[in-house]
């Protein structure tokens, strides 16, 4: 399974091309201000991510602050899954991705 999701509406945007392309079960989640994006598309929507299990692959985007986004590459690294994170043009990856001073998560790229 693939667990989909972020707080920006351009990433989810950006992430909807992969509904029909991926051919594997998909679930995915937002904050509550973009759920009816979500619901209009049709797509399998989770609230609580953490109590998932089969996960093979997180793909997420960039947010600035404690984000969903961060939150879901902080519960991957936990879990160990592959996580793929989206990157912005012009997004600044130390800043949105900084723990404490000199302490950056680590990710794979797609």
């Known amino acids: 399974m693939i667990l989909l999701g972020s707080s920006d509406i ?5 992430l909807l091309r992969l ?6 079960q998909k679930k995915w989640i937002t904050k509550n201000e973009y759920l009816n994006f979500l619901k209009s598309n049709k797509l399998n929507i989770v609230k609580k991510y953490q109590s998932l299990k089969n996960i093979n692959l997180i793909i997420t985007g960039t947010s600035l602050g404690n984000s969903l986004d961060k939150k879901m ?10 996580q793929y994170k989206l990157l912005n ?22």
Do not use: A, E
């Open 89 to 110: 043009i012009g997004q600044i990856l130390m800043r949105d991705f900084c723990l404490k001073k000199r302490d950056y998560l680590l990710m794979s790229f797609l």
């Open 73 to 82: 590459v902080l519960f991957g690294k936990k879990k160990k899954f592959l």
């Open 19 to 24: 509904k029909n392309i991926i051919n594997t």
């Open 10 to 14: 351009g990433v989810l945007q950006y």
